[in-house]
């Protein structure tokens, strides 16, 4: 007998299912995070201008201007390539001893190491702070478990929806720093010009700048930001190695009683281990954000190099002040959209469409690039390459959202709470390796590119084939996202 009655009284049509009402953010912790989270691209980005120049000014190159964009990768690629290497062990400490301790070693590192690459006067001495800078860095992986943490189901696309404005904001004001104070004593004498320490260290007070806003983001922490680990271990029994030891119940009478429950409890109050996290769902979610990464810095690599390359090289002929204001509109464009839309979006029509939607629109992303240099060539900078720009800012900005919908698949991945920090890290792993070298081997194909007029696609057949793979990648991601 059915347990549902039916009667003359009982409605033909049920009435729809709400969707459940948005929990309010908390927004206290949650503008802590955001504002922590511009250290990374701010220390990260601030080099770009003044790097060619402080390259030429220690001499490693012996005047060779041809080497000046190799080394000058190579400090891009050292924060990444160390990064990748340490930001696993940083994210599972955290899942251990706290996020809090995590992310104050985190700013630490950040801030000692930017001014030390201020005061190096040697190539090993940049090696040496740039290397550091990235290795004592994991706060990207904790800050993003932390966002979970403080956040539900209801909430959490409409956080990532903000986490853009902390990337745009400090990769825009990165740059405008290291261009506008480097150099201080010949840019401002009146100010500097008196002063022999600037002389000596022409590049220290760029680095100054993000150097202590790291350390300011590590006293707000320290004072303000609360602690989302409940479950967590002292540092010394996380350097004895005891972090897997049960407490053993001092009644023997009470062992049956309590293993149901200490079972049940195991998994959702202890971190796995590593072996334990390299599960299916875990390996999907991490490699798309990785293919998504690497196609988007592939993409942002070209982009500038393409604007600022002569049109009958290949690119645009595009002035600085110009590319500079492309890229500056990009960022507010992206951040705006994705605060007051994304989570509407994400609502309506979920986060596998999205993501998936935001695959495909890099194919006629990259296919802007031609296209502009055709029109450029056949009609100069016209009304219509101006057109098509503006375009290609609005595909940009659509195949960005990509990046909030894999922040939900790996949360959704983590097979337990306890592991979200672990899992994160995993994840950035992968993105830092794909960070280190995306861009080296997408700007050597350009290059081989403009070299070789015959072979002038092959820099976006290789982009074309990322997309591909980006394509792939996302049609092993669920239409729902994984339960725990």
């Not at 972090?243 to 200490?262: C, G, I, R, W, Y």
Request: with cysteine; charged share 10%; aromatic share 12%.
């Amino acid at each position: 007998m059915s347990s549902h009655q039916v009667d003359e009284e009982t409605p033909l049509l049920l009435p729809a299912k709400q969707p459940p009402k948005r929990t309010p953010l908390p927004w206290r912790q949650f503008s802590i995070i955001l504002f922590l989270q511009l250290a990374e691209p701010l220390t990260s980005q601030v080099i770009s201008p003044f790097a060619p120049q402080l390259i030429r000014d220690i001499g490693i190159t012996g005047g060779d201007e041809t080497k000046v964009g190799y080394y000058v990768g190579l400090m891009h690629s050292l924060f990444f390539a160390t990064q990748a290497l340490t930001v696993l062990h940083w994210s599972r400490v955290s899942d251990h001893i706290g996020r809090k301790p995590v992310i104050l070693t985190g700013l630490f590192g950040l801030s000692v190491s930017m001014y030390c690459f201020g005061l190096s006067k040697t190539f090993w001495g940049l090696v040496f702070s740039r290397a550091l800078n990235g290795a004592l860095n994991g706060n990207i992986g904790v800050i993003k478990s932390m966002m979970v943490e403080i956040t539900d189901s209801t909430n959490l696309a409409q956080a990532y929806a903000y986490m853009p404005i902390a990337w745009s904001s400090g990769g825009t004001l990165g740059p405008l720093i290291g261009g506008a104070l480097s150099r201080p004593a010949d840019r401002f004498p009146n100010v500097f010009g008196h002063l022999a320490f600037f002389k000596e260290y022409p590049y220290f007070l760029a680095c100054a700048v993000p150097a202590t806003f790291s350390a300011i983001a590590w006293l707000v922490t320290f004072l303000f930001l609360k602690e989302t680990v409940t479950s967590r271990f002292t540092l010394g029994r996380l350097l004895t190695g005891k972090l897997n030891e049960e407490s053993a119940p001092k009644d023997p009478t009470s062992l049956e009683a309590s293993t149901n429950s200490l079972d049940n409890a195991k998994d959702e109050e202890r971190p796995l281990s590593l072996r334990s996290l390299l599960v299916p769902r875990v390996i999907i979610a991490a490699g798309n954000y990785g293919t998504l990464s690497l196609l988007d810095i592939a993409f942002r690599a070209v982009q500038p190099l393409f604007f600022a390359t002569p049109m009958e090289l290949g690119g645009l002929g595009l002035a600085p002040p110009e590319i500079g204001n492309i890229l500056a509109v990009y960022g507010v464009i992206n951040g705006l959209f994705q605060i007051f839309f994304f989570a509407d979006l994400h609502d309506k029509y979920g986060t596998k469409k999205i993501y998936t939607v935001a695959m495909a629109s890099a194919f006629p992303l990259i296919m802007t690039l031609p296209l502009l240099n055709f029109l450029g060539r056949t009609q100069g900078l016209s009304w219509m390459v101006w057109t098509i720009v503006g375009v290609q800012l609005v595909i940009s900005v659509v195949m960005n959202l990509g990046y909030a919908c894999v922040f939900i698949y790996i949360a959704a991945a983590s097979p337990n709470r306890a592991s979200l920090g672990a899992t994160n890290g995993i994840a950035q792993m992968v993105v830092s390796i794909m960070r280190a070298l995306g861009p080296a081997s997408v700007n050597s194909l350009f290059s081989y590119s403009i070299e070789n007029p015959h072979h002038a696609w092959v820099v976006y057949y290789f982009m074309i084939g990322l997309a591909f793979i980006a394509i792939a990648a996302s049609s092993r991601l669920p239409h729902q996202l994984w339960k725990n």
